[in-house]
């Protein structure tokens, strides 16, 4: 168990010194002397865990992954995330006239990385920080989790508490609601307060590492507005995934 520690960190370290986010497998395990099958056994784990992450969606390199910027107090990774979103989150609210959100998962929790509020009089007001079972941005992001990373999720935070997400009571009406979420491409949710949120994915190197969402009074989503505000939100989170690849490819 120790030696396998020992090589995670020797992973880990070797790509943070290469400051490279595309180091192939192949020279990861010969630089640190480590048969080709154990080091991608090593290296999947790490990716599981948000250590590492994939640098294109046919894997060919690896780098530092989210996990390590949060832990380390390194805020990099979310500043490239609002640089490739600010303007097109501006445009969005000025478009629909409607506050909107940027997202990400950290543990269990929904955070939100950066708001912009419309000119409304009744205004919404969004909290940073917010279990993401309650949250449209935070279910969104869990409908489109690898579904190795979605079994880890419930083996350590468990099944949403009674009433914190409707209709879920079992592990059938969890995974019934995530592919809901999948089949429509965005996530719906409207609280008791009639606040109503809606998130769309936002992906890098192929995989949903932070949501889009719009939050507003229930009362506004209605027959003249919701198609609009959907398809707008869905446009934009398409707007930022593809800045956030070009960003990436950049560093």
Known sequence: MIQVVNRALDIIEFIASSGRKDVPLKEIADNLGLNHGTCANIIKTLVTRDYLEKTSERGKGYGLGPMLYFITGDFSYSVDLINAAKSHMHELTANINENCMLGILRNNIRVSLFDVYANQELRVVNQEEKNAYETASGRVLLAFLPSQKTKMFIEKYGLPAKGKWEDVDTLDDFEFELEKIRRKGY?????????????????RNGEAIASLGVFLPEFRFNDDTKDSIVEAMQQTAQLVSEDLERINSKH
């Open 187 to 203: 996530a719906l949710h409207i609280t008791k307060s009639k606040v109503l949120g809606i998130a769309a994915p936002i992906y």
